[in-house]
């Protein structure tokens, strides 16, 4: 069956896929941190660092899987170990305590670092050079990632917050399961694409019985204990990304300079980007932290006789992704027969500008609040203001990578796009850490006092977004020259 009959037909099995991963993902996301104050006894602001370090992590990793699904594994077999290894680490999470939480999260990491990347790579591969589809099967691509965020922050989310939080995780566990079947067993209208780069070496002996296939899954395995301690002792976290991005930006530029002056120039104007994408993300991954403990404290969340759980309001951004995903794929293809589709620095200027607007709702909803308690209307238009931006920098900026990458280094370039994703969540945890009142366990600090933080708080961060979206706006035109006809 074709559902999306105007693109290539690998676009469905990816679509339900990652649909599937992000049931896993949010569903995680969603309970983390209520889970590390409420059950796990953690302090406020701890949680919110070992919430930055985990989300940080989930989006380093793919640095690393998608060199490895480009050099050595091949993409079908990355995509497929990594969403069993992410079963896995939901699983163990359900067994309670905070030693199996660490190691499931560890599981979670490196599961995701093959996994992530690499089904966005495949998806960029579905097309050929300059096809205007492409911009268009990445923003139906994202509304499958948002169906499986809507599902997670409904139905996980109430399950976890109203039945206990091990059911919450078991069913995201089960939606990776589902991921991982969908993509092993549909992957046939792309399967020349998804080889491994040398499969006589891979499968070659190389230290007795095992071969390079036996010896990097080994090396995987063995890298989950790892990660646990970096989740665990996170202030590490910091050093690692920097030192990642050092690394990351050298190859880009040894990239650059090997390939001559197009090249070098789209390599320099991508990390530009990349440094304004960080400003967005770590804003927008409020959703998880902040906001989230924002709703339980200031938000007045009845609807009838029914009180909406705190992590479900994170339910908003993937609803309104749904509602306007479509709406926005039609608008590119649309906007560029005209010959008025802005450029990409410019969709990203945009996308800032609405994020910060979308925090100064908080200012408006003040307008609106009884005894400390702001409307539910202020989230609903916060994240209606979060997610337009959202759709006018993730797509574009998953599309924009697979158009400035060469060949053989799509994954890398892939894996550079999500490490900025990934300082991006540390530096959430940090914003998240001005909003902190010492919460811990269930002792909640008074209302006045956690109502005035966050108004003070996401006034400030949403003046400051505005203001570095319009410096993005007034430099567009220069970074634009810089990518070279890349659209």
């Known amino acids: 069956m074709v559902l999306f009959p105007k693109h290539p037909k690998g676009l469905a099995v990816l ?31 701890e949680s919110y660092f070992i919430y930055g370090a985990y989300t ?47 190691l499931g999260m560890g599981c979670l990491i490196v599961g995701n670092g093959l996994f992530k990347a690499n089904v966005s790579t495949i998806v960029g591969k579905l097309y050929k050079e300059n096809d205007n589809r492409r911009d268009s099967g990445f923003t139906i691509f994202y509304i499958g990632i948002n169906i499986g965020a809507l599902l997670a922050t409904t139905v996980v989310a109430e399950v976890g917050v109203k039945l206990g939080y091990h059911y919450g995780f078991a069913l995201a566990g089960l939606g990776m399961l589902a991921g991982s079947l969908i993509f092993g067993f549909g992957n046939r209208p792309f399967a020349d694409k998804i080889t491994p780069p040398n499969p006589e070496k891979l499968h070659r002996k190389m230290l007795g019985p095992l071969t390079q296939f036996h010896l990097v899954i080994i090396g995987l395995v063995a890298a989950v204990p790892a990660v646990y301690l970096l989740v665990r002792f996170n202030d590490i976290v910091m050093y690692l990304l920097i030192a990642t991005a050092v690394f990351v930006v050298y190859t880009l530029m040894s990239a650059g300079i090997k390939g001559g002056k197009i090249l ?63 709406i926005f794929s039609v608008m590119w293809i649309w906007l560029d027969k005209i010959k008025r589709n802005p450029s990409i620095p410019m969709k990203f200027g945009f996308a800032i500008i609405q994020l910060g607007l979308g925090f100064l709702m908080v200012r408006v909803g003040a307008l609106f609040a ?44 892939m894996g550079a796009w999500f490490l900025s994703w990934a300082a991006a969540n ?21 209302a006045s006092e956690t109502y005035a933080i966050y108004l003070d708080v996401f006034t400030k961060t949403g003046l400051v977004t505005v203001s570095i979206g319009v410096l993005l706006l007034i430099l567009s035109k220069q970074i634009n020259k810089l990518l070279h006809g890349v659209k």
């Open 370 to 413: 009884k005894d400390f308690m702001m409307p539910l209307i202020t989230l609903v238009l916060l994240y209606l203001l979060h997610t337009t931006g959202e759709l006018f920098i993730s797509p574009i900026g998953l599309s924009m990578v697979t158009k400035l990458a060469p060949k053989n280094m799509a994954g890398t370039l």
């Open 426 to 446: 540390y530096l959430a945890a940090i914003l998240a850490k001005f909003t902190g009142a010492g919460q811990v366990g269930d002792i909640i600090p008074p």
């Open 264 to 326: 070098l120039h789209r390599m320099i104007g991508f990390v530009i980007l990349l440094l304004f994408n960080v400003v967005f993300w770590s804003c927008f991954e409020q959703a998880g932290t902040s906001l989230t403990i924002f709703a339980s404290r200031n938000v007045d969340r009845m609807i009838g006789g029914w009180e909406m759980g705190a992590p479900t309001t994170q339910f908003f951004n993937p609803f309104y992704i749904l509602v306007f995903g479509s």
């Open 56 to 102: 940080a992590l989930i989006y380093a990793a793919p640095v690393i899987g998608g060199r490895i699904a480009d050099k050595i594994l091949g993409y079908k077999y990355a995509v497929i170990f990594g969403s069993v290894l992410m079963s896995i680490g939901e699983f163990l999470i359900v067994g309670g305590g905070e030693h199996l939480l660490y």
């Open 15 to 45: 679509f339900f896929s990652e649909m599937w991963e992000r049931f896993c993902y949010y569903g995680m996301r969603g309970l983390l941190v209520l889970y590390l104050i409420h059950i796990i006894a953690k302090a406020e602001e």
